[in-house]
């Protein structure tokens, strides 16, 4: 099947006389016949469903949809990305351990690992994403458990070298996690170009709609856990919590990774998707390649509008042919716009920009990306509001930069409301 075919049809066979779209299975517990066919699914001896916490076929169906878009191999739903990021290191790391992360990640992820991690033991070295191999090399430790990178980074828009961070991998005898949500499998596989495990926020563009909030963690099934000796034992070891199983032995190397999570992570901690946004993810996922051709479609005539335009001072897009990602972007994106979001500063101050914002009609101040309906974010007055004028600087936040994720509306209209808010900016 082409990748719009699976959009639609992957995960779900359908019976006969069964429901054509993939139905909600809202209840939280199964029947059984027998005490003993219980038994034998709580042992993990018999495929099968007992209690939602641990696997619902609404999310199932989901998620293997997710698997084949991403050429993995098997893949869970999570409540939200941010517990897709957590569980896909802490699945694999402990007390005592070490990862490697690109520098340029998104907030939540970048605090979830310089602060969260940390107090659980887990110590992670932050790294230019920019710097050579041989350099990054020099980041390695015995007990470097994994590295992680974002494809497009939220929201500086840094394309990650891929093959790089994969040679990193390898090095390290650990597997390469990528958070790809701004690209989305339509635009890029990592896996493709060897990355283990991805995750994504669905939150963003997979839904699309700002209707759900989820988060997926899908496995290659590539990563060789049984050829590091003991580095993986939760995996490649007797587990206690389970009479002994290996975990690799049973499920195979494929889908070992997916199985310890939920039977493990979701059955002690919980935080998987609900059957509900599970469905309406699917539904949404069903027009990804319609939309996302969109959104890089309106992305690429704003970006070029906004860097035509002597009211802006720079345009951050990698769809631009001048932009310092565009090589990057052209070897790893189908589409090198890679997605809708563009960021950008006027010429003038502060004030100019925040006027910029209280002008618009058709482009709405929000916090979220990955919309449908364009929404825009002035950092300086408000993620980053709270910091230094130096500490803004620092992260590259200029007090008139503005992010811009541009929606699928029209956009000639999208273009005439930016062209009326800049005019009031600067009267
Ligand atoms: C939003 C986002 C997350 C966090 O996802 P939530 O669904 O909000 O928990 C993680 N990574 C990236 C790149 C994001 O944009």
Redesign the pocket.
Known sequence: MEFSTKCLQAGYEPGNGGPRQIPIYQNTTWYFDSAEHQAKIFNLEEAGYFYSRLSNPTCDAVAARLAALEGGAAAVLTS??????FYSVFNICQAGDHLICAHQ??G??YNLFAVTLPKMGIEVSFVDADAPLEELKKEIRPNTKAIFG?T???PSLKVLDIEKFAALADAAGAPLIV?N??PTPFNCRPIEHGADIV??????YLDGHGAQ???VIIDSGKFDWAAQGDKYAGLTQPDPSYHGLVFTDHFGQEAAYVYKLVTWLFRDLGAPSSPQNAFILGMNIESLPVRIERHIENAQAVAEWLDADSRIASVNYSGLEGDDQHVLASKYFDHAGGCGVISFELSGEYDNAVRFLDGLKVARIATH??DARTCVLHPASTTHRQLSDAQRAEAGVAPTLVRISVGIEDVRDLIADLDQALEGAFS
Request: charged content about 10%; proline content about 0%; hydrophobic content about 30%.
């Open positions: 939200s990305g941010q517990a897709a990021s990640v998104y939540g992820t974002e497009l980074s939220n958070d949500t701004f995750v994504h926020s669905t939150t963003k909030l989820g988060g990306v990955a």
